[in-house]
């Protein structure tokens, strides 16, 4: 499971970017914390023997971990570029 470790700003109502701030938020919030755990378990598994028992495990959550990253990164592409597309050209 991942924790909360932070949460970002919102964006002030006057940014251009707050129609979308929450949803940009959320997502970059999950990729920090899901990249936080990715990066202890790469970690651990490093220390950890190929005949360590507990390797299984450690090897499992990261992969649930890089699956969850990619669950919010995409996404976060996505609506980035949605508001970027909006912005007025200068």
């Known amino acids: 499971m991942i924790k909360k470790t932070r949460q970002s ?3 002030e109502k006057d940014s ?3 129609p979308s ?3 940009l938020d959320n997502h970059f919030d999950e990729i920090l914390e899901t990249t936080e755990e990715i ?8 220390t950890l023997s190929p005949t360590d028992a507990k390797r299984d495990e450690y090897e499992g959550r990261l992969y649930v971990a890089l699956t969850h990253l990619d669950h919010h990164v995409k996404p976060a ?6 508001v970027v597309d ?3 050209e200068d």
Do not use: H, N, Q, T
């Open 16 to 18: 251009f970017l707050a």
């Open 9 to 11: 700003a919102v964006a």
């Open 39 to 46: 990066s202890g378990l790469v970690a651990m598994l490093k």
């Open 21 to 23: 701030s929450s949803l």
């Open 77 to 82: 592409i996505k609506e980035w570029d949605r």
């Open 86 to 88: 909006r912005m007025p």
